[in-house]
């Protein structure tokens, strides 16, 4: 399973939601914050805390349970999503 972490007014997670819809994989979304080069408001305090607890509060987030892989920027969400699931 796919989990995203990321917010619809963010760039950069539009770039990987984008990718995503043309592969055809589902997927989850959580809306941990706003986007904001140092973090923006916090949205939904539940998944904020199971970002965090990951160690990371940058979004986009991808978290692939099947192959327990996580990462953060785009470009590398992007590529990976392209060699795994095109």
Do not use: F, W
Not at 18 to 27: A, I, N, R, T
Not at 34 to 57: I, S
Not at 72 to 81: A, G, K, M, P
Request: hydrophobic residues 25%; proline residues 5%.
């Amino acid at each position: 399973m796919l989990e995203l972490y990321q917010s619809e007014g963010c760039p950069y997670s539009s770039t990987v939601r984008e990718k995503l819809s043309e592969l055809g994989v589902s997927y989850v979304i959580h809306n941990p914050r706003l986007p904001g080069d140092e973090g923006g408001d916090v949205t939904n305090e539940v998944t904020h805390e199971q970002l965090t607890a990951r160690g990371e509060d940058q979004i986009p987030y991808l978290v692939d349970t099947d192959r327990q892989v996580t990462m953060h920027d785009s470009e590398d969400i992007v590529e990976y999503l392209e060699i795994h699931y095109e």
